[in-house]
């Protein structure tokens, strides 16, 4: 009996084999990646305290820029007050 014979019941898992093990190291790359290393987790952390501290200069910016046009707001209405205004 020739040898193939012998393997043909086998040929499906053979044919299976190459696939399986391509998902189990895709899969194993995703888990490593998706725990992360202390590294990542510190890097994490890093932005996001720099986005915190973003968002803080931000709201920062923002009030002056309000405080400022008010001020300007205040100075155009005392111009237009004063007599002689040529506005």
């Known amino acids: 009996m020739p040898l193939i014979a012998y393997l043909a019941p086998f040929i499906p898992f053979l044919a299976m084999l190459p696939p399986s093990l391509a998902a189990m190291w895709i899969a194993s ?3 490593r990646t998706r ?3 202390a590294d990542l987790r510190a890097e994490i952390t890093a ?3 720099e986005v915190a501290a973003l968002r803080q200069a931000h709201a920062e910016v923002q009030e002056r820029l309000d405080f400022n046009e008010r001020m300007l ?3 155009r209405e005392a111009r237009r007050e004063l007599p002689g205004a040529s506005s």
Request: net charge positive.
């Open 73 to 75: 707001s205040q100075l």
């Open 29 to 31: 790359r995703w888990f």
């Open 35 to 37: 725990s992360g290393g």
């Open 47 to 49: 932005l996001r305290d």
